[in-house]
């Protein structure tokens, strides 16, 4: 037993010397290990320390401060608006087609009718249904009924004879209305006589100089840079173009009709032709009515413009602003152009405004009622004593 348990003691001895060298071996590798995580862990958080140490700090725009009311100045030193330039037919938002209408396609429906250009014979031929009258513009006036009081409401539609699918439809409108014919068109003694028929006035639509350089309108067009020589030889070559016309009236022209020299040709030519003249107003400061009436020549002005804006909604709107008007003062001029929208608005329109109590007149009524008022009140002067008069 002794030896048993010498020898267990010699083998605890041998036994036993491991544990002292493995243990310090142990605590080595563990101290180590966590000497490095606490270095991590204390690298980690350094590293988080200084990025929201060095983040830039958002700057918050304080509100402005609220700002001083403006003591108002006297009305006299503020400046007067600018007013918005008249309408000119062509210049915005329209179909590419009526910035060179002359070089649309004649429309399929109506492309086997012949093409008649007007001669010397038929341009002079009267028209069928002429009235009394010394001059022509009442010679070939539409006629209407004696005045009654009555609104009257005359509408004109411009650019007729180009697109010839709308301008048949336009000329089957009921009427009367006053149609005015674009000079260049073709086949023009046909359509404009085929209008006649239907109880429409005529009148020669002229291509006048616009400002706006980028529209075209038309190859006929006066201008203000021509002679005088030249622009009575153009005009006097377009009055001949179809008969039975009372008047022109401008197509474009918001150049030429505010130039008092090109405009006095085109006034004094219109005399002496017998013909009315009928501005258009695509231009403020237009000097058509003044020269007109300077030199005794009938003329009516546009009142206003029914589709600058090619939408039902818009054209509407337009004829209730015309009757509106009409009541206002009497009588109303508006006009239009071959357009889908307008052409459907008219359609609507001109039997509801009968039923209204409205008369459908043409342009050559709206001119010869205005002469009349002129006339009554010269004579209504003339007949009242001055007050110079009264006090002797």
Not at 25 to 48: C, D, E, H, Y
Not at 224 to 229: A, F, K, P, Q, S
Not at 283 to 289: I, L, S, Y
Request: hydrophobic content about 35%; overall charge neutral.
């Amino acid at each position: 037993m002794r030896n048993e348990s010498r020898k267990g003691r010699n083998r605890l001895t041998v036994c036993l010397p491991p544990f002292p060298i493995r243990l310090p071996r142990l605590a080595l590798v563990l101290g180590v290990g966590g000497a490095l995580f606490g270095i991590g862990l204390m690298v980690g958080i350094g590293v988080a320390s200084l990025r929201l140490f060095f983040q830039p700090v958002p700057i918050v725009a304080s509100p402005a401060p609220p700002s001083l009311p403006v003591p108002a100045r006297d009305a006299r030193d503020a400046p007067e608006p600018e007013p918005e330039p008249e309408p000119e037919y062509g210049e915005e938002g329209i179909a590419d087609h009526y910035l060179r209408p002359h070089t649309l396609p004649v429309s399929p429906a109506v492309a086997e009718v012949a093409e008649e250009e007007p001669t010397q014979e038929t341009a002079s031929d009267p028209p069928s249904s002429p009235v009394s009258g010394s001059l022509p513009w009442q010679q070939y006036a539409v006629p209407v009924p004696p005045f009654d009081g009555s609104p009257q409401v005359a509408i004109v539609i411009d650019d007729l004879g180009i697109d010839r699918q709308r301008s048949s439809r336009a000329i089957r409108l009921p009427g009367p209305l006053t149609t005015a014919w674009l000079s260049y068109a073709h086949d023009l003694v046909r359509q404009t006589r085929e209008a006649r028929a239907r109880g429409h006035e005529l009148m020669i639509h002229v291509p006048m100089e616009p400002k706006n350089s980028r529209l075209d309108p038309g190859p006929d067009v006066l201008r203000t840079d021509m002679d005088v020589h030249t622009l009575k030889a153009k005009l006097d070559n377009i009055l001949g173009r179809f008969p039975g016309y009372v008047g022109i009236n401008n197509h474009m022209g918001s150049r030429f009709t505010t130039d008092s020299h090109a405009m006095t040709v085109v006034i004094t030519e219109l005399k002496r032709h017998g013909v009315l003249w009928l501005d258009s107003r695509t231009a403020r400061d237009t000097v058509g009515p003044s020269l007109a009436r300077r030199f005794g020549v009938p003329f009516a002005e546009r009142q206003i413009f029914l589709d600058n804006e090619n939408n039902l909604f818009h054209v509407r709107s337009m004829l209730q602003k015309l009757e509106s008007l009409a009541r206002r003062q009497g009588y109303a001029l508006g006009i239009g152009h071959p357009r889908d929208a307008t052409l459907t608005a008219l359609k609507e329109w001109v039997p509801e405004a009968k039923r209204k109590g409205l008369v459908l007149v043409p342009v050559s009524a709206i001119v010869a009622r205005r002469l009349e008022m002129e006339e009554t009140g010269r004579k209504t002067a003339e007949h009242t004593p001055s007050q110079d008069t009264q006090k002797r």
